[in-house]
């Protein structure tokens, strides 16, 4: 199928196919559905057995960080059993108290245990002092307290052993949203899949969101990751892509170290092919099924080509590879050093940039600038990494394929016919094509405006300023319109059509 004169049936044919995208792209989410309530488990240390009750959360945001979490790392070691789909972890976590006053609570966000018995804990204690910690499990957080508050820049490290079932991924579906973690026939994904750490604000305290419908809530402060990765149980030999390459590896075991990172990804298969290329130091990969060679190339080119023109256009990316990988699920996700590319888009791919293999490729390498090395909160302010990551498809469309610039505008943007402000929180939105319509679609209209307002020079210093000024942090809108050393009334002119509130 070719999208000749912007053929409106191969929309809705690409609708229909590549389902619900969460990071990237089209399709409809319920927008009512209400959560069900959710197990929780307490544990003290002194108490044989957990105890269980019913906890129901509230979508509440929290403010931003002021101060940044000095030294935590995470050192991992995890055995995954390719028969059973359960991994073992040992687990290291090291931080000092990222608070200026005495803490006694510590957060641990706990994705696995979103599902059905898919997070066991077995062991949890303070390393330093050898006693084991009381803590509490409530859906994806585990709260930790201390008997001993930790006290100003006092360390602590905590050590969990602990069991994860993985999910099935379930088969598309229209009422729910793409499940990346877990596994497949051909895949299995470990994503957010180890106890960490979010950013602590001296005001709000724990930077942490409950899981919204659609689009992304989590919070990434930076942190050093050591992790060594064992496969066991598997009758074939496996590829493993990670968020960044091995150190060591042998034929079942890889190691990693992953310095000032905001999490690490890994997909496991053993049917991936793999495309590399070395731009810059930069090793560039595209892990990929059979049947697709011709994708293959094209992903892997498209990758590198964004790379140099981003790093250009943005700012040196301070990581060593970059891993674009196949989805065995419709969806795009971007993680640090490693995306997933929808197989729907593969499948699609009808030999031309005219369509989403290509956009999503250069909007998920987008990401890496913004959202990997300029984190943002993406529950509050997911216009701020989702905007610049679809202007950047347009700046990448720009500098290779100008001529398909008009069809980029139309078939990107302006067929959705987008409404809404771009600056509310995720859960603002009533609905996916909603939030997608105003904080992808029309935030890139906005930085157009913006990039008119300006003036070319003006708008990509400012862009260089804010990559240079919030590399390693978690921006705001507020960082974000400081780049551009714009006074408050160009802001309030710019922002008037676009957001809810001045920022
Ligand atoms: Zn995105």
Redesign the pocket.
């Known amino acids: 199928m070719r999208l000749d004169k912007f053929g409106v049936g191969w929309l809705l044919a690409l609708f229909f196919a590549v389902g619900l995208v969460s990071?990237?792209s089209p399709t409809v989410l319920p927008s009512d559905v209400t959560p069900a309530p959710l197990i929780a488990v307490t544990h003290t240390a002194a108490e044989s057995t957990p105890t269980l009750t019913l906890f129901t959360p509230t979508p509440e945001v929290t403010e931003s960080p002021s101060l940044p979490i000095q030294l935590l790392a995470y050192t991992i070691d995890a055995v995954y059993d390719a028969g059973q789909k359960k991994v073992e972890v040992t687990q290291l976590i090291q931080f000092t108290n990222p608070s200026t006053q005495p803490l006694s609570e510590i957060m641990l966000v706990t994705e696995p245990n979103r599902f059905a018995n898919g997070f066991n804990l077995n062991r949890l204690e303070n390393q330093i002092t050898g006693e084991a910690l009381d803590w509490e499990l409530q859906r994806n957080l585990l709260q930790v307290t201390l008997k001993e508050p930790l006290s100003f820049q006092e360390p602590i490290a905590i050590l969990a052993e602990y069991v994860l079932q993985l999910p099935p991924i379930p088969p598309p579906s229209d009422t729910s949203k793409p499940q990346i973690y877990g596994y497949t026939q051909r895949q299995t994904n470990l994503v957010d899949w180890y106890l960490w750490l979010p950013p602590y604000d001296d005001e709000t305290g724990w930077i942490v969101h409950p899981p919204s419908f659609f689009g992304e809530y989590t919070v990434y402060p930076l942190a050093d990751f050591e992790v060594r990765f064992e496969v066991i149980n598997s009758p074939r030999e496996v590829v493993v892509a990670a968020s960044t390459s091995p150190v060591q590896q042998s034929q079942n075991r890889w190691e990693y170290r992953f310095d000032s990172a905001r999490n690490f990804a890994i997909s496991i298969s053993p049917y991936f092919l793999i495309e590399e290329a070395q731009v810059d130091g930069v090793k560039i990969s595209h892990y990929y099924f059979p049947l697709y060679r011709r994708q293959g190339e094209v992903v892997l080119q498209h990758t590198v080509r964004a790379y140099q023109l981003y790093s250009q256009l943005f700012g040196e990316l301070p990581r060593q590879s970059i891993s674009a990988v196949q989805a065995d699920f419709l969806d795009g996700m971007?993680f640090d050093g490693l995306f997933f590319l929808s197989k729907g888009f593969y499948d699609l791919y009808d030999g031309t940039d005219k369509g989403y293999l290509t956009l999503i490729t250069v909007?998920?390498t987008a990401?890496q600038w913004w959202y990997g090395v300029v984190a943002n909160d993406q529950a509050r302010h997911p216009w701020l990494?989702?905007a610049l990551?679809t202007y950047a498809e347009r700046l990448y469309y720009e500098r290779f394929f100008p001529e398909l610039m008009d069809w980029w505008w139309f078939y990107r943007v302006n067929f959705y016919q987008p409404q809404g402000v771009i600056d509310l929180p995720v859960y603002d939105y009533g609905g996916y094509l909603a939030y997608r319509d105003a904080v992808y679609l029309r935030g890139a209209l906005f930085l157009e405006e913006l990039r008119k307002a300006l003036g070319d020079e003006q708008f990509f210093d400012g862009l260089k300023r804010y990559y240079g000024e919030n590399s390693g942090k978690i921006a705001t809108p507020i960082d974000f319109f400081n780049a551009f050393e714009m006074s408050k009334a160009e802001i309030e002119k710019v922002t008037q059509s676009f957001f809810a509130a001045m920022p």
């Open positions: 990071c990237a971007e909007h998920e990401h990494d989702e990551c």
